[in-house]
């Protein structure tokens, strides 16, 4: 192993996972053992630091107990308002979609209906007064004309 122990051999080592590439370096890296050496030591200390402090706690609070039991309690009440919340407001947003995927589609059907209209017309709406005053079928046509002469 050329480079040092990474923070994951480290984890491992303090875990109890030790294999032999990673001891061997350790004991002949004098870096990497006064990395280790100062963790433990570290750990150790902190170790009697929580020995201490749950020696100095009473043995059996009551208050402590009920207070547990009460926060128990609560967090199954506040579980169970945020499910009635969630049951409640589901339907009620689904019902909010519906309406306005209801009023985007009857927009959309008017305006395909506008643009239908628009295409479908013989004539542009901008030259109707001019086709109204054309009066295309009370012209006299060939054949009339043809007869008249006659």
Request: proline content about 4%; some cysteine.
């Amino acid at each position: 192993m050329n480079e040092h122990l990474s923070p994951e051999d480290i984890s491992r080592w303090f875990a109890g996972e030790r294999g032999a590439e990673v001891e061997r370096h350790a004991g002949e890296c004098e870096e990497c053992g006064a990395r280790l050496d100062r963790m433990e030591s570290a750990l150790a200390e902190f170790r009697g630091w929580v020995h201490e402090w749950s020696a100095a706690q009473p043995a059996s609070s009551p208050r402590a107990a009920w207070r547990g039991a009460g926060g128990h309690v609560a967090r199954r009440w506040i579980l169970a308002a945020a499910m009635v919340l969630i049951l409640v407001s589901g339907p009620a947003y689904w019902q909010s979609r519906r309406q306005a995927r209801a009023a985007e589609m009857a927009r959309a059907d008017a305006l395909l209906e506008q643009v239908d209209a628009e295409i479908s017309r013989a004539v542009p709406q901008t030259m109707e007064p001019l086709v109204n005053l054309v009066a295309w079928g009370s012209g006299a046509t060939d054949e009339s004309q043809n007869k008249g002469m006659q």
